[in-house]
């Protein structure tokens, strides 16, 4: 099991930017898959994006293709969610998950985007 801390959410302007980073609690193999979820007040958790650092794919949810980038430093244990061109629906708590079946979870980091 991997425990995954989030860290860098806040209160931002609608069209600013954050950085969102994970950092797994042990060394991570090149075929764990990560990804970032949210989920906002009224809505289904939604998968943001994902990456498998052994292929390079990378998967963007249509809303937020374009803006955000997903990234993964191995050296340091860490994924990484570049948020851009922030919008008031992006507003949510992001949630970094990984493994089969998404096995662990971060605790959660607040994203408010205020217009």
């Known amino acids: 099991q991997v425990q995954l801390i989030e860290s860098g959410g806040g209160e931002v302007q609608a069209g600013g930017s954050l950085r969102l980073s994970c950092a797994a609690s042990?060394?991570?193999?090149?075929?764990?898959?990560m990804a970032w979820f949210r989920q906002a007040p009224g809505k289904e958790r939604e998968l943001v994006a994902s990456?498998?650092?052994?292929?390079?794919?990378?998967y963007y949810a249509d809303a937020v293709k374009g803006r955000f980038t997903i990234s993964r430093d191995r050296a340091k244990n860490t994924e990484y969610l570049q948020m851009n061109s922030l919008k008031s629906e992006d507003t949510a708590v992001y949630y970094c998950?990984?493994?089969?079946?998404?096995?662990?979870w971060g605790q959660g980091t607040q994203v408010t985007v205020s217009s």
């Open positions: 042990t060394r991570t193999f090149s075929t764990y898959t």
């Open positions: 998950a990984g493994g089969d079946g998404w096995r662990d």
């Open positions: 990456i498998t650092w052994s292929t390079g794919y990378r």
